[in-house]
C-alpha cells in the first residue's frame, strides 16, 4: 500500500490559477486571455506494469487528472516516472487496469497526446516548418502553414520556418519540440524532464513560457522533473511517486521542498 496523501482537489473541473503570477509578462498573457478548457481528462485506473514476473516498474496506479490541470510528476531514480509517461503516451500497455483520455480508452499512441522529451528529437534534415508541421501532412498547404506559425509564435520564435535544427541553440531546439507538441492541438501535452540539458536561465525562462501557454491554450500537462522547486514552482498539482507507486497527490500550494524530499525518502 502507497502511503498516499490525497488532498481534495476543488468540485470544479476547472483548474485554479497557478500560485506564481508574479511574472508581469505571464501576467499579461494570462488576464488576456479567457479560460475555457480545452485539454481532456486523464485517468489511471488501478493501472500495473512490471518488467518480468514481480519486478520493478509502476503500480497500481489510480489518478484523475482533470480537463486543463497541470501537474508535475516526481521521484527518485528508478521511481517509474519514465515507465508511467510511456503508459500514458500509449508506448507501453498497462498489464492491468485502464487508462483513459477525455473519457476513451488509450490504445497505443494517440495524435491528441504528445510527447516532449529531454533531448530535443527534432528530424535534422527538415526545416523548422517541417519538423513543426511534421503532424499536419492531413491539412491543406495553407493551413498548415497557418498552424505552423501559430506554433512557432507561441514560443516565442515567429519567422523560424526556414531555419534547420543545427542553427538552433539548445533552448530555441526544445522550444521548436514544443511547438511540433502543440501544432498538434493536443488535448494532453507530456513532458519529459524537457529542460534538464539546458543551463539554469534558459530553463527558468522556457519554464516560465510553457506556464503561460499552458494558461493560454487551456491544455492538460503532465511534467516530470527530477527538481522539486521546479515542480512546486511550474503546476498546480505534485504527484510524487516512490518504488512504483503513489507517496503523495496534493496541490503545490500546500507543499514545500522540504516536505517533498521527506517523502521521496531523499
Ligand atoms: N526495460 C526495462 N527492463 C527492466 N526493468 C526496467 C526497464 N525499464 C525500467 N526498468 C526498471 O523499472 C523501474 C522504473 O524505471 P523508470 O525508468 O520508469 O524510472 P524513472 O523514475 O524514470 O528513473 P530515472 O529518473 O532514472 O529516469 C526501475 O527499477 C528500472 O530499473
Known amino acids: 500500500m502507497s502511503a498516499r496523501a490525497k488532498t481534495e482537489q476543488p468540485p470544479s473541473e476547472e483548474p485554479s490559477r497557478p500560485g506564481v503570477e508574479e511574472s508581469s509578462?505571464?501576467?499579461?498573457?494570462?488576464?488576456?486571455?479567457?479560460?475555457?478548457?480545452?485539454g481532456a481528462?486523464?485517468?489511471?485506473?488501478?493501472?500495473?506494469?512490471?518488467?518480468?514476473?514481480?519486478?520493478?516498474?509502476?503500480?497500481?496506479?489510480n489518478l484523475h487528472?482533470?480537463?486543463?490541470?497541470?501537474i508535475t510528476i516526481v521521484g527518485p531514480?528508478?521511481?517509474?516516472?519514465?515507465?508511467?509517461?510511456?503508459?500514458?503516451?500509449?508506448?507501453?500497455?498497462?498489464?492491468?487496469?485502464?487508462?483513459?483520455?477525455?473519457?476513451?480508452?488509450v490504445h497505443g499512441p494517440h495524435p491528441a497526446l504528445t510527447l516532449v522529451q529531454q533531448e530535443s528529437a527534432l528530424f535534422p534534415w527538415l526545416t523548422v516548418a517541417?519538423?513543426?508541421?511534421?503532424?499536419?501532412?492531413k491539412l491543406s498547404r495553407e493551413e498548415r502553414a497557418r498552424q505552423i506559425a501559430d506554433a512557432l509564435h507561441l514560443v516565442g520564435l515567429p519567422g523560424y520556418e526556414r531555419r534547420r535544427p543545427h542553427e538552433l541553440s539548445g533552448g530555441q531546439r526544445q522550444r521548436i519540440s514544443i511547438a511540433r507538441a502543440l501544432a498538434v492541438k493536443p488535448g494532453l501535452l507530456?513532458?519529459?524532464?524537457?529542460?534538464?540539458?539546458?543551463d539554469h536561465a534558459t530553463r527558468t525562462?522556457?519554464?516560465?513560457?510553457?506556464?503561460?501557454?499552458w494558461w493560454e491554450q487551456k491544455i492538460t500537462v503532465v511534467f516530470v522533473t527530477h527538481q522539486l522547486d521546479e515542480a512546486l514552482h511550474l503546476s498546480q498539482r505534485v504527484v510524487a511517486l516512490r518504488h512504483g507507486e503513489i507517496a503523495l497527490d496534493a496541490p503545490s500550494g500546500e507543499l514545500g521542498v522540504g516536505t517533498l524530499k521527506?517523502?521521496?525518502g531523499e
Do not use: H
Open 25 to 38: 509578462r505571464r501576467e499579461k498573457r494570462v488576464l488576456s486571455s479567457t479560460r475555457a478548457t480545452r
Open 41 to 61: 481528462s486523464l485517468d489511471l485506473q488501478n493501472v500495473t506494469y512490471r518488467y518480468g514476473r514481480g519486478g520493478a516498474g509502476v503500480g497500481p496506479l
Open 65 to 70: 487528472v482533470k480537463p486543463g490541470e497541470f
Open 77 to 105: 531514480s528508478g521511481s517509474g516516472k519514465s515507465t508511467l509517461l510511456s503508459l500514458l503516451s500509449g508506448f507501453l500497455t498497462p498489464q492491468q487496469g485502464d487508462i483513459f483520455l477525455g473519457g476513451e480508452r
Open 130 to 137: 517541417g519538423n513543426v508541421g511534421f503532424g499536419l501532412k
Open 190 to 198: 507530456l513532458l519529459d524532464e524537457p529542460f534538464s540539458a539546458l
Open 205 to 213: 525562462s522556457l519554464a516560465d513560457e510553457l506556464m503561460a501557454i
Open 262 to 264: 521527506r517523502v521521496l
